[in-house]
């Protein structure tokens, strides 16, 4: 192997480290984190059903963004859709040996990366044009999302001009870093540097904005049911506490007697 090829290789497995690292982290973070409070954002369902189906129209549809803004929702939804598009397209890169019949269905899909660099410009436009956001935003929230214009620039123009990269050398190289069998991967500086930024992003993703992409499931404004009124809301936190309270008021009144 190259020095190339091994130092991406040896920064492949460091990303991914500490993202899933970094993520199981956080996640246990958002479970434990106590939720005192009955705050969900009406209208809500008054069902855990309702608040379940609530959620997928938010997590697939961004409803309350939606009801908010109409043009920040097309620039979002561009984005995201687009998106998963790309990375599902992607997936024929790391599968090791022939690919299924149903990959041929998805070769469409590359056209996403065109809605995806949109969205992503419509958002950068609206960090830098619009006074209320532009005053809140930090200077990691413009290099986020230069980040992800470059990457998507980068592989739009590996795709549709005439820099191609050799994409049967890009599969034996990612599929191999799956089943460690290691090989050499293209050189081209758009390549390396669409590669590079990828990895970095893969890198601070647990300890970025990024993050609202599982932490919409443990916001309490979305997942909440809409039942203060007939059921009392406890924490697990507090529940625990509670017991151990009535536990000490017992023994303390068995002692009295």
């Known amino acids: 192997m190259s020095l190339i090829s091994i130092i991406f290789t040896a920064l492949f497995y460091i990303s991914l480290f500490i993202f899933i690292v970094g993520m199981g982290r956080k996640i246990r973070q958002f479970w434990i984190t106590p939720v005192p409070l009955k705050i969900p ?11 379940i189906f609530k959620m997928i129209r938010e997590v697939t549809l961004f409803e309350s963004l939606f009801r908010s803004n109409k043009w920040i929702w097309l ?136 993050l609202h992409v599982p932490g919409i499931f443990f916001s309490p404004t979305l997942n909440q049911v809409d039942n203060a009124r007939k059921k009392r809301h406890i924490s697990s936190w507090a529940l625990k506490q509670e017991k151990e309270n009535t536990v000490k008021l017992e023994q303390t009144i068995g002692k009295d007697e």
Do not use: C
Request: without cysteine; proline residues 6%; glycine residues 6%.
């Open 41 to 51: 954002i009406a209208p809500t369902p008054l069902t855990q059903t309702g608040a």
């Open 75 to 210: 620039f979002g939804f561009l984005f995201h859709f687009g998106l998963l598009l790309v990375l599902v397209r992607h997936l024929r890169y790391f599968i090791p040996g022939d690919l299924p019949e149903v990959f041929l269905l998805i070769q469409p899909f590359k056209y996403a990366a065109f809605a995806m660099i949109i969205g992503l410009a419509g958002l950068l436009a609206r960090r830098i044009f619009v006074p209320r956001i532009r005053y809140i935003s930090a200077p990691s929230d413009y290099l986020m999302l230069l980040m992800l214009i470059v990457i998507g620039v980068s592989g739009a123009i590996m795709t549709f001009t005439s820099n191609h990269t050799d994409v049967m050398m890009v599969k034996a190289f990612a599929s191999g870093l799956i089943v460690f069998d290691w090989t050499n991967l293209p050189t081209e500086i758009n390549f390396l540097l669409h590669l590079f930024l990828v990895l970095v992003l893969l890198a601070i993703f647990p300890i970025s904005k990024l």
